[in-house]
């Protein structure tokens, strides 16, 4: 179900998402891991800490323009969904950029994952689990 919405670069559900993650988390209780870009909402955060403590969460504060940069200069090969960066990471044959990598899209679609994202870094700071780190170079972060 999320292949569906990840095909057409949409944000998967939080009900999807949240279902998967908790189905796969539940048989990792008490193992150590690192979850990348979850939970990001208020009820991913919430499901979340009903099957495990979180112990430490980062938050990489990087400016939104270095971010729409980075964004706009990424590159995806469809049919294997490989990730290229035309700075650090260039494709061995050049594609075509992807409709939701155009610098319209990319502003619209941070402005939302602040948004999105807000509550939970609320969340975490007030349980004096969140770290955060700012900066503009990947290899510095």
Known sequence: MAKQYIE???LV???VITHLMMSELENRCGQHWLLDGFPRTLGQAEALDKICEVDLVI???IPFETLKDRLSRRWIHPPSRRVYNLDFNPP???GIDQEDDKPEAIAARLR??????KPVIEL???QGVLHQFSGMETNKI
Do not use: E, G, R
């Open 124 to 126: 975490y700071k007030s």
């Open 59 to 61: 938050s990489l504060n």
């Open 13 to 15: 559900p939080d009900h």
């Open 112 to 117: 939302q994952y602040k948004d999105m994202t």
């Open 8 to 10: 057409k670069s949409l």
């Open 92 to 94: 061995h044959v050049h």
